[in-house]
């Protein structure tokens, strides 16, 4: 049971690390919202925390971003997107 939650983890993380690099690489989206999701990325690949922990960080620069009106929607979704899957990251 511990095994298949701790895989299900990683798996989601590299869901939402793959959906926030697209944001990253997208000259399209304002250099703010870019730079936020740097910092989501670095709160997701910081191993001295738990998954759940990491997922909280990353949730609560997303989540400050994700209100900014010069965002794409195309980006909005994929930031909505990270944090519907961050949401369910538990330790």
């Known amino acids: ?3 298949s939650r701790v ?3 990683e798996v989601k993380l590299r869901n939402a690390i793959y959906l926030l ?3 990253v690489n997208d000259t399209a989206v304002p ?3 870019r730079r936020a ?3 989501a990325l670095n709160y997701l690949r910081d191993e001295r925390y738990t998954p759940g922990v ?3 960080n990353a949730v609560g620069v ?3 971003v994700s209100q900014d009106p010069n965002m794409p929607l195309s980006a909005r979704t994929k930031v ?3 944090i519907a899957i961050l949401e369910t990251i538990h330790d």
Do not use: F, G, P
Request: hydrophobic share 50%; charged share 25%.
């Open 1 to 3: 049971m511990e095994l």
């Open 7 to 9: 895989l299900d983890n």
């Open 21 to 23: 690099m697209s944001i």
């Open 31 to 33: 250099r703010n919202i």
């Open 37 to 39: 999701a740097t910092e």
């Open 54 to 56: 990491r997922a909280a």
């Open 62 to 64: 997303l989540d400050q």
């Open 80 to 82: 909505w997107q990270v």
